[in-house]
Nanobody, 128 residues
Framework: QLQLVESGGGLVQAGDSLRISCTASGRAFSSYAMGWFRQAPGKEREFVSAISWFGGNTYYADSVKGRFTISRDNAKMTLYLHMTSLKPEDTAVYSC?????????????????????WGQGTQVTVSS
């Protein structure tokens, strides 16, 4: 079992930066590929970014590419999402997720159904 807890969300203004974190406990964090997903009110959950278990491969949705950076510190069992140039449309609950199976390519990492463990989420609100 892997427990995931997000933190760092909050209310920011458009153009600001924010870093959110996901801290894991339980099983070996370094064995899991990790992803960030978000869900805005009235919308379906969407893929934001993902990173392979060793951190060598990263993937981003087109809507955040060039503005968001995903990273992980396996020693600290923590996943990060550094968000810059935030826009009101980035407002959502951001959740981290972990998957322990083999995954290759954007389509695989972006598929929420492949993730086994999920955090409760952290709210990010961007005001205009």
């Amino acid at each position: 079992q892997l427990q995931l807890v997000e933190s760092g969300g909050g209310l920011v203004q458009a153009g600001d930066s924010l870093r959110i974190s996901c801290t894991a406990s339980g099983r070996a964090f370094s064995s899991y590929a990790m992803g960030w997903f978000r869900q805005a009110p009235g919308k379906e959950r969407e893929f934001v970014s993902a990173i392979s278990w060793f951190g060598g491969n990263t993937y981003y949705a087109d809507s955040v590419k060039g503005r968001f950076t995903i990273s992980r510190d396996n020693a600290k069992m923590t996943l990060y999402l550094h968000m810059t140039s935030l826009k009101p449309e980035d407002t959502a609950v951001y959740s981290c997720a972990a998957r322990g199976d083999y995954c290759s390519g954007y389509a695989c990492y972006a598929a929420s159904g492949g993730y086994n463990y999920w955090g409760q989420g952290t709210q990010v609100t961007v005001s205009s």
